[in-house]
């Protein structure tokens, strides 16, 4: 049996006037909003000055890793409270014997503890994975979080008049009374926008960002920067910067296979997930397993498919391809407009975010589909963030790359057009967001933090920027949907392409060798071409499916619009154009264009997510 992580919530309080012996209570109730995220156990460990909460969904060492997990020392225990996955626990563990140490159990969890205890807070630097945890350290009555280097596992913390509060999602902050669920300006702006970086919507709530660990003492807080996407010279030439790239591929795709439990692949029919499937099969086989895949498609979804600047082929025939390529047992889990139009769905989406979402339909149907692969498997393979990293997106090789805005906002807006012009705002919300100039002083900050070779051409700089946008903004706001939307329904998604190994090597090969066969992921396509199928190998990037361009899907659309209408003293309407609105909903279903549609998903999530969280909610 192969043993490793562990996934699930974590949560704690810390209070250095308080007796939070007897807050057990409020503990409780912070962790019992994480069951979804860890619906097999539940912990809680307090003493004076701290409470920590765990939910845990095993993975593995079934029944080990039990948490929060303490360690005695001669001057006080050492606590942790742990989410995610170390890929080179078994290298770590054999390190750690041999310092010495000695372990009860097979789970990664205790590597990370006795990691904290030999190297302290540089236990992050020994690191290979997707985490978000916590040590309360009573040596030094301090709690150290750390996070990921991409930032794949999320991380929350609320700072308090005498401590902190943390949790793995803002829901469990917000269960202590002492967090107010208040927005203000800048969350409106983030949440509209998903700019925002480094700020939870939430006023006073901070997330522990990518590369990060927060440090609290009786002091104060600290934040430190322990990664960061550092610029340095290529040497490898193309042939070798694609044999590179393949060796790293085969290592992460081999690491993120162990588990106890049943895993798969989320497969398209792209090129990311095609990559990452067949580099799967042949390991799984090994060990005595076969593939299982999984893909989402919708009732009448390739008759009905009308290409788009963003979707420029159906999924299916390329699923079909790959599954007879590389012979998976293949799910192909199909909805139709009422699967994606159920209330109850879209309410447990935005549960699930805390936010009113970005992505509308397409994140109902991501968690449809990770629900029924949960009935299935515990564990899925995702080709998220290969975009990121090898220029996936057209706006990478076109004139949108020029414009001074977010590229991939540009690509939605033109070159001209700011967020004012094409959503609905009112005139009190358009003067109070002040987007344009929001939006601005966001990338100038974004271009600000990129480092240049002091030999780079202008389009090598352009690029660099280009990149470095795209790992530290967009792709923040794909993980955080796909742990959000997984963890919701108790499923594990592991993302190969977020290993930081690959993530630096990529990001310092030149422009030209990342596009030098003219078309999009020259590097990618190259390195894994002689799994594929020449049909996978060759298709041109399309985005995840939508059902936008179906009426049926449109039409309830403005049903839900109309139900929007019908609640008159909505603080919506503070911000949203009740008459955009009126007129949106009456329209033909079969005319209504496809960015009014987007608009109108966009409406109806806010104010779901205002009825769910009743927040304090002010323009000012």
């Given at each position: 049996?192969?043993r ?11 209070s250095y ?27 809680t ?15 593995i ?27 080179n ?5 054999g ?28 236990v992050v630097?020994?690191l290979?994975g ?6 309360w ?11 990921d280097?991409l930032?794949v ?7 308090t ?5 943390f949790g ?5 902050i917000?269960a ?9 300006i ?8 998903g700019i ?8 006073g709530?901070?997330e522990?960002e ?14 430190r ?12 030439d193309?042939?070798?910067t694609?044999?590179r ?14 588990s ?32 299982r ?12 498919f ?16 790959m ?16 699967d994606l ?27 449809r589909?990770f ?14 963030a290969a ?7 057209r ?16 690509a939605?807006?033109g ?5 004012s ?15 344009d100039?929001?939006?601005?002083d ?5 271009v ?12 090598e700089r352009?690029?660099r ?6 790992l530290?903004?967009?792709l ?11 963890m ?23 422009w ?6 003219g ?6 396509r ?9 049909s996978?190998a060759?298709?041109v ?16 659309l ?18 949203f ?10 329209m033909?279903?079969?005319?209504i264009?496809?960015?009014?549609k987007?608009l ?13 969280y009743?927040p304090e909610?002010?323009?000012?």
């Amino acid at each position: 049996m192969r043993r490793g992580p562990v996934m699930c919530g974590i949560t704690g309080w810390v209070s250095y006037d308080a007796d939070l012996t007897e807050r057990q209570a409020t503990i409780d109730a912070m962790t019992a909003t994480m069951a979804l995220r860890g619906p097999d156990a539940s912990g809680t460990w307090l003493r004076r000055h701290v409470a920590l909460g765990h939910r845990r969904l095993a993975v593995i060492d079934l029944d080990g890793g039990v948490q929060p997990m303490e360690f005695a020392t001669p001057d006080g225990p050492v606590v942790l409270v742990y989410s995610g996955e170390a890929y080179n626990f078994v290298e770590l563990r054999g390190e750690l014997r041999a310092r010495g140490h000695r372990f009860r159990t097979a789970s990664d969890t205790e590597v990370v503890l006795n990691g904290y205890l030999e190297w302290g807070e540089g236990v992050v630097d020994h690191l290979n994975g997707m985490f978000a945890f916590a040590v309360w350290d009573s040596r030094d009555q301090k709690l150290v979080m750390m996070r990921d280097r991409l930032g794949v596992k999320p991380l929350y913390y609320y700072p308090t008049r005498d401590g902190v509060l943390f949790g793995s999602e803002p829901k469990a902050i917000l269960a202590n009374p002492l967090a107010r669920r208040a927005v203000d300006i800048d969350g409106i702006r983030t949440a509209v926008t998903g700019i925002g970086p480094g700020q939870a919507i939430w006023k006073g709530m901070h997330e522990v960002e990518p590369g990060t660990l927060v440090t609290v003492d009786a002091s104060g807080i600290r934040k430190r920067t322990y990664w960061r996407l550092r610029t340095a010279r290529h040497t490898d030439d193309q042939r070798r910067t694609v044999e590179r790239v393949r060796q790293l591929l085969d290592d992460t795709v081999k690491r993120q296979l162990i588990s106890d439990v049943p895993q798969c692949v989320l497969l398209s029919g792209g090129l990311d997930s095609s990559a990452i499937a067949a580099l799967a099969s042949p390991e799984l086989t090994a060990a005595g397993e076969r593939l299982r895949t999984f893909s989402v498609d919708f009732v009448d979804h390739v008759d009905r498919f009308q290409a788009d600047v963003f979707r420029t082929t159906p999924d299916a025939p390329f699923v079909r391809d790959m599954v007879d390529r590389i012979k998976p047992v293949h799910r192909q889990v199909v909805l139709n407009a009422e699967d994606l139009s159920d209330p109850a769905i879209r309410r447990a989406v935005i549960t699930a975010r805390d936010t009113p979402n970005a992505f509308g339909e397409s994140d109902i149907s991501m968690y449809r589909l990770f629900r029924e692969i949960r009935n299935e498997s515990t564990v899925a393979l995702s080709g998220e963030a290969a975009d990121e990293n090898f220029g996936g997106y057209r706006w990478f090789h076109d004139k949108t790359r020029d414009f001074p805005i977010f590229p991939w906002m540009a690509a939605v807006l033109g070159a001209q057009a700011g967020a004012s012009d094409v959503m609905p705002f009112t005139a009190e919300g358009l003067a109070a967001l002040e987007l344009d100039s929001y939006l601005g002083d966001q990338y100038a900050t974004a271009v600000a933090a990129v480092e240049h070779l002091d030999s780079a051409s202008r389009v090598e700089r352009q690029m660099r920027v280009m990149f470095h946008m795209h790992l530290t903004r967009f792709l923040r706001m794909l993980l955080d949907r796909k742990d959000r939307l997984s963890m919701a329904v108790g499923l594990e998604v592991r993302v190969p392409y977020c290993d930081h190994r690959l993530v630096e090597y990529v990001y310092n090969v030149p422009w030209k060798h990342k596009s030098f066969d003219g078309r999009e992921k020259s590097l990618l396509r190259h390195a894994v071409k002689d799994l594929l199928p020449p049909s996978v190998a060759d298709r041109v990037k399309s985005g995840y499916p939508t059902m936008m361009h179906d009426t049926r899907y449109s039409s309830a659309l403005q049903i839900q619009g109309k139900e929007v209408l019908a609640d008159a003293d909505s603080p919506l309407f503070a911000l949203f154009n009740r008459e955009w609105l009126k007129n949106a909903v009456e329209m033909d279903s079969s005319t209504i264009s496809h960015g009014d549609k987007l608009l109108l998903d966009k409406i109806i999530d806010m104010h779901c997510w205002l009825d769910i969280y009743s927040p304090e909610f002010s323009l000012s």
